[in-house]
């Protein structure tokens, strides 16, 4: 399975960023490829004027092209999903996500943003083509702990949600365990 995952936080270290890439420590053992585009590495000036032909943004419309599963992080700021990846998202051709499978994540400070998944990411995702969009996870501050040696330390509920919304991916007997340990500094 080819996974290309895209952070869509304009902060490196963020709670959004984390969980991505934890999805995807989640699925080892299952990816032949993962790539990963992390929106504000790219060229703010290519994405601000929609230069869909610079060599960076050109690189990670491929990977996404290439992708069977495509892993969409993003922070909520004011119950919606970020600038950063909006913009990147609009870069898209129409049908970009059409035939893959795909796993939005998203964080906030706290419950009242849940809703945004359903009502702001899913359907600009559904715009683009995706039919096969696996239950959201999204995880608040609380959820999510800053660990002393960097990273963050997931609690037991939000793992299990994960591990939910991941299930119809592979077999149980490839899922890592939710008690199997991890390195939160990733």
Known sequence: ??????????????????????????????????????????????????????????????????AGLVIVGTPIYKAAYSGLLKVFLDLLPPDALRGKTVLPLATGGS???????????????????????????????????????????PDPDLLARLDRALQPLLPAARMRSAAEPFDCRR
């Open 1 to 66: 399975m080819h996974i290309t995952s895209i952070s869509g936080s304009p902060s490196e270290r963020s709670r959004s960023a984390w969980l991505t890439q934890f999805a995807l420590t989640r699925l080892e053992g299952v990816a032949t490829r993962s790539e990963h585009i992390a929106v504000r590495e790219l060229p703010a000036g290519a994405l601000l004027n929609a230069d869909a032909q610079d060599p960076a943004i050109a690189r990670a419309i491929d990977a996404l092209s290439g």
């Open 111 to 153: 419950p009242a943003h849940l809703l945004a998944l359903d009502y702001a990411l899913k359907p600009v995702l559904s715009a683009l083509g995706a039919r096969y969009v696996l239950d959201g996870v999204f995880a608040t501050d609380a959820q999510l702990q800053r660990h002393e040696a960097g990273g963050y330390v």
